[in-house]
């Protein structure tokens, strides 16, 4: 910014005014004071906001310490003071008093200016002032002159403040005290004989200036991303209502979509009965006919028969008789059913009706996440050697950190193999917040994998298979398996502290690793933080042990071999004496590093003469890196510098000469064994025989894993079937789809007004970190353009720590939720398709 932007009330109204109390700042009173985020107020209305040495910034609710509860603590905002001046000769010229004699006299217009005391000066002031020996050398301006100057011309010049230094300009700067002094302060409390280096304050100026206009342009990538934030947060605000429209217009369709099909299982079931009465009624009817029939036959047999008894002419019965019996007898003889042919019993039955109205009551599902990517924690599994690997672990969470359901969300995994090629995954939700990725691997080396969710990359990095083919793959922690890492990435998974992620050092007890119980490493100064109440948790595997004395647990020697052994792999190995030549011999017995030269004088020593030596690259060509292990000494006091030389079998410990012959060691008891060779090879031999039995569990729990997964996959399988049967089994009710279309569509507002209210507060809180940040760039330029070298070097700790806290104020980079309403139909049409036909059954009874 300059002087000319905008107008002189525009200025005077945006710098010029304390924002609390409406008055312009003054250099009595209402000194404008700068607080660290750098807002500006004057002295008298800061004194009165302090309480319990901490002041609250008015304007972006900061809280700041106040030590001794002062206002003067915090440094004057001496560009106020500059703009000031240039505002008041812009505009008021004709009107300024004299600075010195004010008001106290007659003819005291200011028709000058001193720049070195920042006054303005009457005539006889002038004169004065231009005759006092300390001001003579002064440079005083005529008013008029200045009306058409720029702000750099009232820059006022800064004086010492030590007592007797007064006159004395600030022209110097002290490194130590982070101060502005002047040539007499460098003779006196900043002399260079006690530490004080001091520096030319344009250097100084030149410095700090070029250190804020750096922080500036990262604060404002800062202020970039936060606007790309607050436009992504308003987005997702705007598109919730549209989303809340949709998902209740698929709630309308589902319900009458389902209606429509009751309906027409409704005329299926008219049509149904219309066809089996219109049966029965025929079969009834022509059994009504067959039976009146009968009936009349019957009816006129009686009556022929009862005129015929009703003669008494035997010739004439007696011709007649066989027929009459033979009628009697037929009709007697004719089959007769004594029910009908159909009956009245038709019914409806409501089949499953009391199961369907359950499944109305959750038929169709309001889905929402509040997954926010950037918590997501990936972690990479231990490799089983089999066909699938479960090869990452993701846990979903919230913008909280708390995991969220995991079902409704989709998850994006693509692994590549050693050779770029894309390798076949699958994802599995195991409920709770928890994504496990299965892939399949064929080939050996480094995969990479990328894992990406709601539209956003969470992670990307890699892991290492061995190959499921039966290839020839050297085994884990040989040589040959950390040959085929780099030296960068062995460092990384050999010899970092897994708490820290610092590499284990070797040359102080605090950076050494300690070997666990659970066989994991842990640097000496993580295991003391750890050790809580004589229990320490591995952070590998989470176990806990119980140690009660950790300078007693052991160092792990393998880490000093494997670092010795990539040092020679890096080729950056110094000489161990200290020459400052690369090493390219190890004396094996002595452990050190020689370079050519070096190494002949090691062998010119009598006691070095016989010492066996290895060149390096021969070394890195073995098949093993045992040699590289350093002779232990013994750890007794007073035998810290003697070889570990024999064994003692009673104790179980490895011992020097002179504790095999001390009282501790020495007695019949104690069996001594001196050939360490054979004590190495019992026990190597008694290890190998557990591992062969750790080998057969692996492979135990191999199988027992895969049973599982098997037993797993064939419950949900069937859990799926048997939910399919339930569901094919349902019958619907109209008026138990509406409640539920009304459930869901009180539930999709219900999620929806809370998904607004939490964006709302998520907006707010980017909206007042990017005002933050958009004031602390033009506070920032404001220092940068209006102060002079001396006032910004002054300000200028506190400009860019402010610019720090800024740049290091966490912030949300996504919206803390999605868009991502929706309504899940749970096969809704399918299910109903298959239910409906089978809804209802009428029962008619063949008797």
């Known amino acids: 910014m300059t002087a000319t932007d905008g107008t002189l009330e525009d200025l005077k109204k945006q710098f010029l005014v304390c924002d609390i109390c409406d008055y312009l700042y003054d250099n009595e009173t209402r000194e404008p004071r700068l607080l660290p985020c750098l807002h500006t107020y004057c002295t008298m209305c800061v004194q009165k906001l302090i309480k319990d040495e901490l002041v609250t910034c008015p304007h972006c609710r900061q809280d700041h310490q106040v030590p001794g509860n002062d206002a003067n603590a915090f440094k004057k905002d001496n560009n106020r003071r500059e703009l000031l001046d240039f505002v008041t000769v812009r505009s008021k010229a004709p009107e300024l008093i004299c600075n010195l004699c004010g008001e106290n006299e007659d003819d005291n217009k200011a028709v000058t200016r001193c720049f070195e005391c ?7 002031c002038t004169k004065s002032h231009k005759g006092c020996k300390f001001t003579k050398g002064h440079e005083i301006v005529a008013l008029d002159s200045l009306k058409e100057s720029s702000l750099d011309n009232f820059t006022h010049i800064q004086f010492c403040s030590v007592t007797g230094h007064q006159h004395n300009k600030l022209s110097l700067y002290c490194e130590k005290c982070e101060a502005t002094v002047c040539i007499h302060c460098t003779a006196t409390t900043h002399k260079d004989a ?20 750096s922080q500036l342009k990262g604060i404002e990538d800062l202020r970039i991303r936060t606007t790309d934030i607050i436009e992504k947060v308003e987005q997702t605000l705007a598109s919730l209502a549209e989303v809340e429209k949709n998902v209740n217009s698929k709630i309308e369709a589902m319900v009458k979509s389902c209606i429509e099909m009751l309906n027409r299982r409704q005329a299926e079931l008219k049509d149904e009965l219309s066809v089996i009465c219109s049966n029965k009624g025929k079969v009834l009817e022509q059994q009504l006919i067959n039976a009146k029939q009968h009936q009349q036959n019957i009816t006129d047999s009686i009556k022929f028969a009862k005129q015929t008894l009703q003669h008494k002419n035997p010739a004439n019965f007696l011709q007649i008789r066989k027929v009459i019996t033979d009628r009697f007898d037929q009709l007697l003889k004719e089959p007769l059913d004594n029910f009908p042919h159909e009956n009245d019993k038709i019914t409806l039955k409501d089949v499953n009706l009391i199961e369907f109205q ?3 009551l959750s038929h169709g599902r309001i889905c929402s996440t509040s997954v926010f990517p950037p918590n997501t924690v990936v972690k990479v599994l231990d490799l089983v050697d089999a066909g699938r690997n479960r090869v990452l672990k993701l846990i979903l969470c919230d913008y909280q950190g708390d995991p969220q359901p995991t079902d409704d969300i989709s998850v994006q995994v693509d692994i590549k193999d050693p050779d770029n090629m894309e390798v076949k995954t699958e994802v599995n939700h195991e409920g709770k917040g928890q994504v496990t990725v299965i892939c399949d691997a064929t080939k050996q080396g480094w995969y990479t994998a990328r894992v990406s969710l709601l539209e956003a990359d969470v992670w990307d990095g890699k892991f290492q298979l061995q190959p499921l083919n039966g290839t020839d793959v050297p085994a884990h922690g040989t040589k040959a398996s950390i040959d085929l890492l780099s030296v960068e990435e062995a460092r990384k998974i050999y010899l970092r502290c897994p708490s820290c992620q610092e590499e284990f050092g070797f040359d102080s007890d605090c950076d050494i690793p300690i070997l666990l119980p659970c066989l994991h490493s842990l640097g000496k100064k993580c295991s003391t933080k750890r050790l809580q109440n004589f229990n320490l948790e591995c952070p590998t595997c989470q176990i806990v042990h119980q140690i009660q004395n950790l300078d007693e647990m052991p160092v792990d020697p393998t880490k ?4 010795e052994y990539l040092d020679i792999r890096d080729g950056s190995i110094p000489c161990s004496y200290g020459c400052q030549n690369h090493s390219n011999v190890r004396c ?14 090691h062998r010119r020593n009598f006691m070095f003469r016989d010492h066996n030596a290895r060149v390096l690259k021969a070394i890195g060509e073995d098949e093993t890196i045992t040699e590289l292990s350093k002779i232990p000494m013994c750890s007794i006091r007073g035998h810290d510098k003697k070889e570990l030389t024999a064994f003692c079998e009673s104790c179980d410990v490895l011992v020097c000469n002179t504790c095999a012959l001390s009282k501790q060691h020495k007695s019949d008891t104690h069996n001594m064994e001196i050939d360490l060779m054979k004590v190495y090879d019992d026990k190597k031999a008694a290890l190998n025989n557990e591992m062969e039995r750790l080998r057969t569990k692996k492979n135990n729990l191999i199988h027992a894993i895969k049973a599982v997964e098997f037993e797993r996959d064939e419950v949900k399988n069937n859990l799926h079937t048997v939910l399919n049967d339930i569901n094919d089994s349902f019958s619907l009710c109209e008026k138990s789809l509406r409640s539920r279309r009304e459930y869901l569509i009180i539930q999709a507002s219900k999620f929806t007004t809370i998904l607004i209210e939490n964006l709302n507060t998520q907006l707010e809180q980017l909206r007042t970190h990017a005002k933050m940040t958009e004031e602390t760039i033009n506070l920032s330029l404001e220092k940068l353009n209006f102060c002079g070298k001396v006032v910004f070097i002054t300000v200028e700790k506190i400009l860019s720590q402010r610019i720090r806290d800024v740049i290091g104020k966490p912030y949300e980079s996504h919206p803390c939720y999605r868009s991502s309403l929706s309504f899940l139909k749970d096969n809704i049409e399918e299910a109903t398709s298959q239910t409906f036909p089978n809804l209802g059954h009428l029962l008619t009874p063949d008797v």
């Open 118 to 124: 920042a006054q303005f000066l009457c005539v006889n």
């Open 194 to 213: 006690d530490g004080h280096k001091i520096r030319n304050i344009d250097e100084v100026s030149a410095e700090g200036m070029e250190t804020v206009i």
């Open 358 to 360: 359950k499944q109305v």
């Open 560 to 563: 000093a071999v494997l670092k």
């Open 588 to 601: 094996m017995e002595c452990s050190v590093f020689l370079c050519e030269t070096c190494f002949t004088n």
